[in-house]
């Protein structure tokens, strides 16, 4: 069974801190890998995209990484800020037909 | 537009009805997918459509639920004799190339 596992659930920082948000999925046979965030109420919205061939991905102050092998990835946030506070979810595609299996998330709030 | 819409936004109706979901997806793209999010739970994959195809309805919960797509673009999601369980948010996001997918905002239906 297609499975991924985001942690932490939930996560409360000081604004201004350096964080990690962790991933692992089962299947090695990823296509592409996608990180979203989502705002209570609202849609998703995309982050990064890490296709299978590439092991990181940068956008101002967010990083994601990707390692095949392990079946691991991390969103890194650098230098958080109130506004960052949200729900990340994680995603990988795969199969023919390419649908997101999804995480749970990971809940954050950075306060001021 | 420039992104995918979807209509209504919030839909109440009473247990027993039918309702009907639609998504606009972001021109040009030829794959669209449903997914849903429901309280406590991860988001999950309803159906996929590559054109007006559905190559996988895997993820229809019930034989309840359809969905169509004609000319290629505007998708209907419908639930016929709506369930408490049915409540959720439903989500529509389109892809081109199975690269990136792009969300709607959410239609939120309740059933009561």
């Known amino acids: 069974k297609q499975e991924v596992t985001q942690i932490p659930a939930a996560l409360s920082v000081p604004e201004g801190e350096n964080l990690v948000l962790n991933c692992s999925f089962t299947?090695?046979?990823?296509?592409?890998l996608q990180w979203f965030r989502q705002d209570p109420g609202k849609g998703l919205t995309s982050l990064l995209l890490i296709q299978s061939s590439q092991r990181e991905q940068t956008s101002g102050r967010l990083n994601a990484s990707l390692d095949k092998s392990s079946g691991r990835s991390t969103l890194y946030i650098a230098a958080s800020q109130p506004g960052d506070s949200a729900t990340y979810l994680c995603?990988?595609?795969?199969?023919?037909?390419?649908?997101?299996?999804w995480g749970l998330g990971t809940s954050l709030a950075v306060n001021p | 537009g420039a992104g995918v819409s979807q209509s209504p936004s919030n839909k109440v109706t009473e247990k027993g009805k039918d309702v009907e979901l639609r998504c606009d997806p972001i021109?040009?793209?030829?794959?669209l997918y449903w997914y849903r999010q429901s309280l406590g739970q991860g988001l999950e994959f309803l159906i996929y459509?590559?054109?007006?195809?559905?190559?996988?309805k895997s993820g229809l919960p019930s034989d309840r639920f359809s969905a169509e797509r004609t000319g290629g673009s505007v998708s209907t999601l419908t639930i016929q004799r709506t369930q408490q369980e049915d409540s959720a948010v439903y989500l529509c996001a389109s892809t081109q190339e199975f690269n990136e997918q792009f969300f709607g905002p959410g239609t939120r239906l309740t059933v009561l």
């Open positions: 299947d090695s046979a990823i296509y592409n």
């Open positions: 021109s040009g793209h030829t794959a």
């Open positions: 459509f590559q054109g007006n195809s559905a190559p996988d």
């Open positions: 995603s990988f595609n795969a199969g023919n037909n390419r649908k997101l299996i």
